[in-house]
T-cell receptor
Framework: NAGVMQNPRHLVRRRGQEARLRCSPM?????VYWYRQLPEEGLKFMVY????????ESGMPKERFSAEFPKEGPSILRIQQVVRGDSAAYFC??????????????FGQGTRLTVV | AQKVTQAQTEISVVEKEDVTLDCVYE???????LFWYKQPPSGELVFLIR??????QNEISGRYSWNFQKSTSSFNFTITASQVVDSAVYFC???????????????FGPGTRLSVLP
């Protein structure tokens, strides 16, 4: 959905560099999710954030990966010291919140990270 | 544990044929939501449908239809009179509640690559 903005769309990094992926949720959305899609695979959950809080990071690799969603500004997924295995498409989704009911998440267009 | 299985890795059909994409899910939750997304070659995810666990009515939207059967934990997707523009990877997903009803998470199937040949 065009409302969730991810940038950059494509990112090339050399091994050992840092990658910063940005996600601006839809207006009024306070929940952000990050997913990773390895080549020829489905999407795997990484982390779920609300403003200034990490709610669930059970899908995040223990090292080199971090995420934040500050009070102001976009959510950032940061990968330090990238390796070739980090090459993937990273999708962000946002939702308006959780009311225990029928909530749809809207996905951005993804950032394709290539590590050379 | 929650899981979504899409047993068909790749399907090829000729234009105008009908095609059904299978989705089987596993969850212990009584309240959950099921989704289908389309990922065309350009890479973005296109939302197609959302269905909650209490609504087993089948749905039709143009050439698309969905068959939700709780008894078999399946949520199959049928495209009638397929077109070349339907060529894409299709993902089935399950939304589950996390952390004591504090939010939700999506579990995706591995996807089915559909090729519609002219």
């Amino acid at each position: 959905n065009a409302g969730v903005m991810q940038n950059p769309r494509h990112l090339v990094r050399r091994r050992g560099q840092e990658a910063r992926l940005r996600c601006s949720p839809m207006k009024g959305h306070s929940h952000v999710y990050w997913y990773r899609q390895l080549p020829e695979e489905g999407l795997k959950f990484m982390v779920y954030l609300q403003k200034e809080n990490i709610i669930d990071e059970s899908g995040m690799p223990k090292e080199r990966f971090s995420a934040e969603f500050p009070k102001e500004g976009p959510s950032i997924l940061r990968i330090q010291q990238v390796v070739r295995g980090d090459s993937a498409a990273y999708f962000c989704a946002s939702s308006p919140g959780w009311d225990g009911g029928d909530t749809e998440a809207f996905f951005g267009q993804g950032t394709r990270l290539t590590v050379v | 544990a929650q899981k979504v299985t899409q047993a068909q890795t790749e399907i090829s059909v000729v234009e105008k044929e009908d095609v059904t994409l299978d989705c089987v899910y596993e969850t212990r939750d009584t309240t959950y939501y099921l989704f289908w997304y389309k990922q065309p070659p350009s890479g973005e995810l296109v939302f197609l449908i959302r269905r909650n666990s209490f609504d087993e009515q089948n749905e039709i939207s143009g050439r698309y239809s969905w068959n939700f059967q709780k008894s078999t934990s399946s949520f199959n997707f049928t495209i009638t009179a397929s077109q070349v523009v339907d060529s894409a990877v299709y993902f089935c997903a399950l939304s589950v509640i996390i952390r004591d009803n504090y939010g939700q998470n999506f579990v995706f199937g591995p996807g089915t690559r559909l090729s519609v040949l002219p």
